[in-house]
């Protein structure tokens, strides 16, 4: 089992910045991709970025040279910069190990227009 906590949503001004944190435990040799989904108010989780063990990055198109993903073994980070009000959504962390995935219980991020 692999067990993930959050940290680092708020509430902030469109424009300005936040840095999400993602810390994995338990069982985590093994662990191949990291990333985080997002989910807004009535709608569908949805991609965000990925980072796998080989430092592969992916993003999704609405993300792309406003966020960036790093990791550094068991923890994976989020750097959020130029945040619009439609990035808004409950942020989730994952990781993949051996084919199961695990999810955190997700983070608050507000950005206010």
């Known amino acids: 089992q692999v067990q993930l906590v959050e940290s680092g949503g708020g509430l902030v001004q469109a424009g300005e910045s936040l840095r999400l944190s993602c810390a994995a435990s338990?069982?985590?040799?093994?662990?191949?991709?990291m990333g985080w989904y997002r989910q807004a108010p009535g709608e569908q989780r949805e991609f965000v970025a990925l980072?796998?063990?080989?430092?592969s990055t992916n993003y999704a198109d609405s993300v792309k040279g406003r966020f960036t993903i790093s990791r550094d073994n068991a923890r994976v980070s989020m750097q959020m910069n130029s945040l619009k009000p439609e990035d808004t959504a409950v942020y989730y962390c994952?990781?993949?190990?051996?084919?199961?995935?695990?999810w955190g219980q997700g983070t608050q991020v507000t950005v206010s227009s």
């Open positions: 994952y990781a993949v190990r051996f084919g199961a995935t695990y």
């Open positions: 980072t796998t063990s080989g430092g």
């Open positions: 338990g069982s985590i040799f093994g662990i191949n991709i």
